[in-house]
């Protein structure tokens, strides 16, 4: 659970580094999956008697929703914005 935890924001962070659509969204694909893998570690969790998993099963599907609409936005987007913070003057 923990490496798939760790490995949605690390290809968040390694996609963003890529410049070309089909790379970011690479990258945000393999997120996607990495949430799904501990979605699933969560409801083996509670069918195991393990503990709650209720609020990390919510907070869970409140990322994937996230990380759906930025990979859906990086694909629709016809110019990259500049990062944040970052003077384009």
Sequence with gaps: ???AAVSVPAN???GFRRRGKP???RYMN???GSLEECRYYL???QDLGYGDT???S???EEVSRLLGA???AILVCDSLPFRTGVNSG
């Design 43 to 45: 409801i083996l969790a």
């Design 23 to 25: 790379d970011k969204a």
């Design 12 to 14: 968040i962070a390694e």
């Design 58 to 60: 919510v907070v869970a």
């Design 30 to 32: 393999i997120a996607e």
């Design 54 to 56: 209720t609020h990390l």
């Design 1 to 3: 659970m923990r490496r």
């Design 70 to 72: 930025y990979a859906a």
